[in-house]
């Protein structure tokens, strides 16, 4: 793997001139981290969001077919995105979203959208991630968009995921926050029992993930979300995605292995890409 810091681009020079960060022109491709000044205004980490938002849709070209992520990084993807489209900078986009809030976000902006059944295969799907491992693999969902997410990006030629710095694990898991598991709702008790009990070695705790009034969360596909809390990282991330998808009423799983072919970290000493 590579990894190249970056100074933001020119997009983004208001947000630095707010934050105290240098910026230099766009011509240095490959220079040093961003440095604060003596007396930076300290970034936010919705800032640091919108800065590795703001680095991933350089990827993007127009006439391509985006796989648009959910959550809120992926939201400044969108809205980048959208402003890219209204200026003139961005021409012939077509976009397929993967929840119905990210559906209705590109909507309001005037992206041209799709779906997987017209445009199977993509170009390119830029979304967020709620971990990411040294070898770039994922845990997403939190958001609780993961099926639609991972067929997108499955079916995407290139998959740039953006983050802060605060998702960076030395294992997945190891945040000891959730790692969602999409279940249909007949017998979800009986899945959630089979889950805990799978990963009883890394202590997991399985709950059923609820709303804001208390009731069961109810995904775009009408499925319940177990979330797995482990006290300590996968042992084998790749074995644990087996075995979960081999659970008769299991629909997906938030684990995202082998997919990323770009991770943009911004943190407060920069904005770093590593790829495969």
Same mark, same amino acid.
């Given at each position: 793997?590579?990894?190249?810091?970056?100074?933001?681009?020119?997009?983004?020079?208001?947000?630095?001139?707010?934050?105290?960060?240098?910026?230099?022109?766009?011509?240095?491709?490959?220079?040093?981290?961003?440095?604060?000044?003596?007396?930076?205004?300290?970034?936010?980490?919705?800032?640091?969001?919108?800065?590795?938002?703001?680095?991933?849709?350089?990827?993007?070209?127009?006439?391509?077919?985006?796989?648009?992520?959910?959550?809120?990084?992926?939201?400044?993807?969108?809205?980048?995105?959208?402003?890219?489209?209204?200026?003139?900078?961005?021409?012939?986009?077509?976009?397929?979203?993967?929840?119905?809030?990210?559906?209705?976000?590109?909507?309001?902006?005037?992206?041209?959208?799709?779906?997987?059944?017209?445009?199977?295969?993509?170009?390119? $799907?830029? =979304?967020?991630?709620?971990? /990411?491992?040294?070898?770039?693999? @994922? &845990?997403? *969902?939190? #958001? !609780?968009?993961? %099926?639609?997410?991972?067929?997108?990006?499955? $079916?995407? =030629?290139?998959?740039?995921? /953006?983050?802060?710095?605060?998702? @960076? &694990?030395? *294992?997945? #898991? !190891?945040?000891? %926050?959730?790692?969602?598991?999409?279940?249909?709702?007949?017998?979800?008790?009986?899945?959630?029992?089979?889950?805990?009990? @799978?990963?009883?070695?890394? #202590?997991?705790?399985?709950?059923?993930?609820?709303?804001?009034?208390?009731?069961?969360?109810?995904?775009?596909?009408?499925?319940?979300?177990?979330? @797995?809390?482990?006290?300590?990282?996968?042992?084998?991330?790749?074995?644990?995605?087996?075995?979960?998808?081999?659970?008769?009423?299991?629909?997906?799983?938030?684990?995202?292995?082998?997919?990323?072919?770009?991770?943009?970290?911004?943190?407060?000493?920069?904005?770093?890409?590593?790829?495969?």
């Amino acid at each position: 793997m590579a990894t190249l810091s970056f100074l933001p681009s020119p997009s983004s020079t208001s947000l630095l001139r707010r934050s105290g960060l240098p910026h230099t022109s766009p011509s240095r491709r490959t220079i040093a981290p961003i440095r604060a000044l003596s007396a930076p205004v300290a970034l936010t980490q919705d800032d640091l969001k919108k800065l590795a938002a703001i680095k991933a849709v350089e990827y993007v070209k127009s006439g391509m077919v985006l796989g648009l992520g959910t959550g809120s990084t992926a939201a400044f993807v969108v809205a980048e995105i959208g402003a890219l489209l209204s200026s003139g900078k961005l021409t012939g986009i077509v976009g397929v979203p993967t929840s119905k809030r990210t559906y209705e976000q590109a909507l309001s902006l005037g992206i041209p959208l799709s779906t997987l059944d017209d445009h199977p295969r993509i170009d390119l $799907a830029i =979304d967020g991630a709620d971990e /990411v491992d040294p070898e770039l693999n @994922l &845990v997403k *969902g939190r #958001g !609780g968009a993961l %099926l639609r997410e991972k067929m997108v990006e499955a $079916a995407s =030629d290139k998959f740039v995921v /953006v983050a802060d710095d605060t998702k @960076l &694990v030395t *294992g997945l #898991g !190891g945040s000891g %926050l959730a790692m969602p598991v999409e279940v249909v709702q007949f017998c979800w008790k009986y899945n959630l029992t089979r889950l805990q009990e @799978l990963f009883k070695e890394e #202590g997991c705790d399985a709950k059923l993930r609820l709303d804001g009034d208390g009731k069961p969360y109810i995904t775009d596909n009408s499925n319940y979300i177990v979330d @797995l809390y482990f006290k300590t990282p996968i042992k084998d991330a790749t074995a644990a995605g087996t075995e979960i998808s081999a659970f008769e009423g299991v629909v997906e799983h938030g684990l995202f292995l082998d997919m990323a072919t770009a991770v943009i970290i911004a943190g407060k000493e920069g904005v770093s890409v590593t790829t495969k």
